[in-house]
């Protein structure tokens, strides 16, 4: 179940992969599904676009949201909480002309 966090040996099979800016991203199956994690420098975040065979892309950050290539190279507009078939961590925002994450509490 996607939790938000990477656990100590969770991603410990997965391939590895540091990106030009820093961010780390882990891939690896498991049974039917491919799972990504994406982990940020320290201070950083972002959003996240997986283009599936070029024609599809899936969106996750505050909202999840998927577009479709048109037939004239154009991109559809954003389905948003249109995450059939696949799922991700959002980021709630508490708003959009800054950097404040709504932070979990913890005990």
Do not use: C
């Amino acid at each position: 179940m996607i939790d938000g966090r990477i656990s100590p040996g969770e991603w410990s099979d997965a391939k590895r992969i540091v990106l030009a800016n820093g961010a780390t991203l882990y891939v690896k199956q498991h049974e039917h599904y491919l799972l990504l994690a994406i982990v940020f420098p320290s201070g950083k975040y972002g959003f996240t676009d997986l283009f599936v065979n070029g024609d599809l892309d899936l969106h996750a950050s505050a909202k999840l949201g998927e577009r479709k290539r048109q037939p004239d190279g154009t991109w559809s507009r954003r389905d948003w909480w249109n995450n059939d078939r696949w799922a991700a961590n959002v980021s709630r925002m508490e708003k959009f002309d800054g950097p404040e994450l709504m932070r979990e509490k913890r005990p």
